[in-house]
T-cell receptor, first 115, second 111 residues
């Protein structure tokens, strides 16, 4: 399967600051990437679909101005949590769509803690 | 609207025993079905997937799943569980742009 990395794996920040999370597709070019968040002991919730070279598509209820997504290349998508608050603390996971197999491959996740 | 139900929140089995994790789905067309496994603090690893064809699908780590259209089910099975199988298991249904995950089943393996 595809190899997907995320950086950082863990980040702690102060309330009001912004945090950028990177998602990289290491072994193939990804036109489409997805961003999910996962609360403790819960399932994944899709936040947005990131398309290379165009604006991301956000799920209902996800603030696009708070969760900025940039997919500037075929191997990199970034999620920036702006003006983070404690309620933004969560596990953020990205995935890459392998178009040839119609399968999503997931990164290892980023644990965000906002103090 | 598509949805996925995993009826069992938590299952405990003894090492060496067989395992079946249940998954039921609701989908308007022929679904793409997936099983993923997640270890604590980690991302999701694809175990297996069903798109079409043979309804019994073989995956990695000795897992298999059977698609039963009449029951709208895609249960995951393993004949003999290993301690390293302890993890959270997610069933998912959907297509490229709209994948829905079940709530997950946490598997505990007793020695």
């Amino acid at each position: 399967g595809a190899v997907v990395s995320q950086h950082p794996s863990r980040v702690i920040c102060k309330s009001g600051t912004s945090v950028k999370i990177e998602c990289r597709s290491l072994d193939f070019q990804a036109t489409t990437m997805f961003w999910y968040r996962q609360f403790p002991k819960q399932s994944l919730m899709l936040m947005a679909t990131s398309n290379e070279g165009s604006k991301a598509t956000y799920e209902q209820g996800v603030e696009k101005d708070k969760f900025l997504i940039n997919h500037a290349s075929l191997t990199l998508s970034t999620l920036t949590v702006t003006s983070a608050h404690p309620e933004d603390s969560s596990f953020y996971i990205c995935s890459v769509l392998a178009g040839s197999t119609d399968t999503q491959y997931f990164g290892p996740g980023t644990r965000l803690t906002v103090l | 609207a598509q949805s996925v139900t995993q009826p069992d929140i938590h299952i405990t089995v003894s090492e060496g025993a067989s395992l079946e994790l249940r998954c039921n789905y609701s989908y308007g067309a022929t679904p793409y079905l997936f099983w993923y496994v997640q270890s604590p603090g980690q991302g999701l690893q694809l175990l297996l997937k069903y798109f079409s064809g043979d309804t019994l699908v073989q995956g990695i780590k000795g897992f298999e799943a059977e698609f039963k259209r009449s029951q709208s089910s895609f249960n995951l099975r393993k004949p003999s569980v290993h301690w390293s199988d302890a993890a959270e298991y997610f069933c998912a249904v959907g297509n490229n742009n709209d994948m829905r995950f079940g709530a997950g089943t946490r598997l505990t393996v007793k020695p």
